[in-house]
Every structure is written in C-alpha cells, then in structure tokens.
C-alpha cells in the first residue's frame, strides 16, 4: 500500500529553467559596471548554456565564462557566491505546486524529497518555494554523503518514514537518476515528462504537470515490465 509520494526538486518541484533566467538577469544587474562590455542577453544566454540544465557545477561554468567574454577585473568565485547566496531568491515553482503537494497530504500520504546537490544550497530552495513544512522528509545529498542514482538514499528516505520501499513513490524528471533509480529501490516511479530527457525504458506512471497527481489512484499503477 502506497503510504509516501517523495520528489525530486529540480525540474520536478522545482523550474529550474525559469528559475536560473531570473537569476541571471539579476545577477548581470548586480555585476553590470563589471559586464559593460557585455550585452545582457549574451551574459545570460551563456550562463545558461554553459550550465547544461544544472548538470555543470558552477566553479566550471563562471570560469568559462570569463574566459569567454575575456573578464579581467571580476574573479569567477565573486560570481560562484552570488550564486550561492541570491538564486534562491529567485526559486520558482511549476505550476500547481502547492495545490497538489496539499491535495497529496489531505489523501494521508507522507511526502518528502530526495534531492541531490549542495547543502545548504538545495535546502535553502526548498524554503523559498514554501514547501519545508509541508515535507515528511527532506534529503539532500551532499549532506547525507549518497547521491541519487545510488539506492541507499531512497532507502534512507524510506526508513526515516519507518516505511518500506514498495510503500513509497517516487516523482522525478531525470530517467536514469530519478526514475530507474528509484525502481531499481524498490520504490514505484513516476515519470514527470519533459523536453531535456529521453523517456525512460521502465516506469509506473508518467505526468506532464503536478496536478495530474491529485487524481492518481496509485495502488492502480502497474509496473511497465508487467505489461
């Protein structure tokens, strides 16, 4: 019996695409006497592209992009720690976000998140959406030492709920890190589909948008290998 529905954040609770234009846009802002010779939208037209929906860590991406646009007077860890410190302000969710996670609470279900990345950076995301109070469990993998794919992070999420895996489903929007890893737990996963990845080769339900979730009936989901 399904007791939890846990997250993925990024691209899943979380839009990061959205999230990461408006923060760029303010950070050229912040930075614009040492970016005048650049024009903004290129300033963030890279940002975006060097960052590879978040699959680049930023100490690469800001070197890059110095080194592309060939800025002398601003070092790429001034830039690194704007980063870290002001991207949460500009943490935007997917549509109907709070509408489902409630909906979700007030059907019994546990939730929480298993995400990975740096910490606090990732927690601090969480807050921003207002979401840390509505969540059962929140892990993120920099501080609990285990990065998704690896199953033993789902099972400590499991655990900490006094859950089993097959308790438990999984949403996220990468196939191999959230989806297949998630199966290979033990959890049932959802798919939240998107335009980055390829559609994974196992799964137990697949979503365009959150609010798809509120009327899921999720002991009816069948595991694609059986079909």
Known sequence: MIKAVMFDLDGTLLDRDRSLLAFAKNQYQRFNQQLASIEENAFVERLI????????????????????????????????????????????????????????????????IITNGQYPFQFNNIQSLGIESRMSVILVSAKEGIRKPDSHIFHQAARRLGLKPSDCVFVGDHPEKDVAAAKQAGFRAIWKRNDIYHQPSVYDGMIT?????????????SFKEDR
């Open 209 to 221: 948008n959150l609010d798809e979730l509120n009327d899921m009936n999720f002991k009816e989901i």
């Open 49 to 112: 592209a060097l960052d590879q929906h978040g699959s680049v860590w930023k100490d690469q991406v800001y070197q890059q992009l110095l080194r592309a646009f060939g800025i002398k007077d601003l070092h790429w860890e001034t830039l690194l720690n704007d980063y870290i410190r002001h991207f949460c302000d500009h943490s935007l969710p997917f549509p109907k976000m709070v509408k489902t996670l409630q909906t979700l609470s007030n059907r019994g279900f546990y939730l929480g």
